[in-house]
């Protein structure tokens, strides 16, 4: 499945056989925080027997058998909270799932516990069951991921006056190779006049069945790819044009991945644009990263100014924006 994603469209001038910039991998702060698993279990209060003849109390002590069963779920976008039971007796380490995902949390008293499902896909379905230690305990339970459409907006986390931005989540239409479209939010600093919501797309730039940008001229070019340039370029110049536009293959069709380069003076830069659909205990991000080749080019290109205080933001070419509604 092919993804498409806007650039930032900056001019570098100089210096082409510069070694692009050294950085970490847009996708190994997530792969960090993919802990182990957490069990939390918690032993029941003891009943306390009234004053009955000690046959009737062993027998009112007694619990009644339990089978492995998945009660319920509560799917979010990219995990589902399985209510479940198992046995008395049940080690809750040697629980998996089937059908979808991984266990991350198992948290309970007795034969119950909540069993969070991670590393799911949004919009998604699943057909999932228990196992035990290795052999399968429950029926499949259908479920349905959620939907990160919403609005999404940055701000700067040290309180400076760096400019925020702000970005709108839509489903893509069906036939589209793609799960959502990004388009710029009208509250966005560099939201240009006489446009709408909804009006300006900025991720993919194009979609199955749409005209190329390769070659395109600045001025022939979508309002999305003019509004990367007004955005995050720094220099004085405007690329003259596009050169390219190259999908990558992802893994998930929650992340949107392409490299475009853009002609300035003759010197071609690439920028290599992630857009990221994230959801950590019930939150949704959006997390941008952004950087260009040869490395010179980074030199024009506005930055992150606080990296490292908000969640995923690793290094200045990351932005992890919050949903907001």
Not at 105 to 129: D, N
Not at 166 to 191: H, K, N, V
Not at 195 to 220: F, H, Q
Request: net charge negative; charged share 25%; glycine share 6%.
């Amino acid at each position: 499945m092919r993804r498409y994603c806007p650039i930032a469209i900056l001019a570098a001038v100089l210096l082409a056989s510069c070694a692009t910039v050294s950085e970490e991998s847009p996708y190994e702060a997530l792969e960090e925080e993919a802990a182990s698993l957490v069990i939390v279990m918690e032993e029941p209060a003891a009943a306390v027997a009234d004053e009955a003849p000690e046959g009737e109390a062993e027998a009112a002590a007694e619990e009644p058998a339990v089978d492995f069963a998945i009660i319920s779920a509560q799917p979010r976008e990219q995990s589902a909270i399985l209510s479940v039971q198992f046995p008395k007796g049940t080690d809750p380490a040697l629980l998996s799932v089937e059908g979808g995902g991984r266990i991350t949390a198992i948290r309970g008293s007795g034969t119950a516990a909540e069993v969070t499902v991670s590393e799911l896909e949004s919009l998604s379905s699943y057909s999932i069951s228990l196992a035990y230690d290795g052999e399968a305990v429950t029926a499949p339970y259908d479920i349905r991921t959620g939907s990160f459409a919403g609005r999404y907006s940055w701000q700067p986390a040290d309180g400076s006056e760096a400019e925020p931005f702000f970005l709108l989540a839509e489903e893509a239409p069906a036939g589209s190779d793609y799960r959502y479209y990004i388009y710029l939010d009208p509250q966005d600093s560099a939201f240009p006049e006489g446009y709408g919501e909804r009006e300006i797309r900025i991720a993919p730039l194009i979609d199955r069945g749409e005209p190329s940008l390769d070659e395109m001229k600045y001025r022939d070019a979508p309002e999305g790819y003019k509004w990367t340039n007004s955005k995050w370029n720094t220099g004085s110049m405007t690329p003259s044009r596009i050169a390219y536009v190259r999908p990558q293959e992802t893994d998930t069709g929650d992340v949107i991945h392409t490299l475009v380069a853009s002609v300035a003076l003759g010197f071609t830069a690439e920028s290599d644009v992630h857009y990221l659909f994230h959801e950590k205990d019930g939150v949704d991000y959006l997390i941008f990263h952004n950087s260009m080749s040869p490395g010179i080019a980074n030199s024009f290109l506005k930055k992150n100014p606080s990296p490292g205080i908000r969640p995923y933001e690793v290094n200045e070419y990351w932005y992890t924006l919050e949903r907001v509604e």
